[in-house]
């Protein structure tokens, strides 16, 4: 049998029937595994990105918590999330809001539509702009009533989406802000640098966790960065993985993590 294992501390071990896509963008190496147990499985530079059985644990954890956050909806930004799966919930949750996603890798959003096309189903219906999220914040005055990251790990490619800068443009720019700051386990540099650097650039900030199974170190962080302090609304959804309850639960200290 053959397996697919990140080159990394805690990577799970994942069993695969075959590589279905393997190519460089201009960006990054792109690879799509059929996994035995988990249908298609995106990887880019060696990292498990998402796969078909368990993504809707990482993308409704992502974005549902700045949506019952947030007073207004009308008008989401994402940055990154090229595989569409960030979109996709927005969407659902709030069918009317105008979602624009801007993504550096266009054959990362190809890629999704051919093999992914249960998470990608959402890129037909937003509006999106190819191009660096990190220029495109510098260079962009437009607000938005939510703000998502939806990055890879910090790369060269992605790490000027965890800086102090980039989080302070998206203060400017947006009153609730959610990102995916890494494992506390396995990245527990990065988890510790991306949430300090927020904490310079937002009032109110909350992290908070969910167990990713694809993931190194399988329990993964996210953390909404808000003017106001939190204040949960009911919304009616059929998530799979989100509620209210498990939420509140899982948002934590990050001092635990840093000892």
């Not at 969407?91 to 190809?110: F, G, H, N, P, Q």
């Not at 790990?153 to 800086?163: H, I, M, R």
């Not at 937002?202 to 399988?218: D, K, L, M, R, S």
Request: aromatic fraction near 10%.
């Amino acid at each position: 049998m053959k397996h697919f294992v990140e080159d990394r501390d805690y990577a799970p071990l994942i069993p695969v029937k075959d590589k279905v896509f393997d190519a460089r963008s201009e960006y990054q190496h792109i690879e799509v595994y059929e996994t035995m147990h988990l249908g298609n499985m995106l990887v880019l530079d060696g990292a498990v990105q998402t796969t078909e059985r368990d993504e809707f644990i990482y993308h409704e954890s992502l974005v549902l918590p700045a949506i019952v956050n947030s007073d207004n909806t009308g008008s989401v930004l994402i940055i990154g999330g090229g595989d569409g799966g960030a979109a996709r919930e927005v969407l659902k949750a709030c069918e009317k809001a105008e979602v624009e996603l801007v993504e550096i890798d266009r054959m990362v959003m190809d890629v999704s539509r051919k093999f992914l096309p249960d998470v990608s189903s959402a890129l037909q219906k937003i509006k999106i702009t190819v191009g660096d999220g990190f220029d495109f914040m510098k260079t962009n005055s437009e607000k938005r009533d939510i703000l998502i990251v939806d990055s890879t790990d910090p790369t060269p490619l992605a790490e000027g989406l965890f800086s102090e800068e980039f989080y302070r443009n998206a203060a400017e720019l947006c009153d609730v802000f959610v990102a995916q700051t890494e494992s506390p386990v396995a990245d527990r540099d990065a988890h510790k640098r991306a949430i300090n650097n927020m904490k310079k650039a937002f009032e109110h900030v909350y992290t908070y966790y969910a167990c990713i199974p694809t993931y190194p170190g399988a329990i993964f962080s996210f953390t909404l960065g808000l003017k106001k302090q939190l204040n949960v609304k009911d919304i009616d959804i059929k998530a799979r993985y989100y509620s209210k309850e498990r939420f509140l639960s899982s948002i934590g200290s990050i001092e635990g993590w840093m000892n």
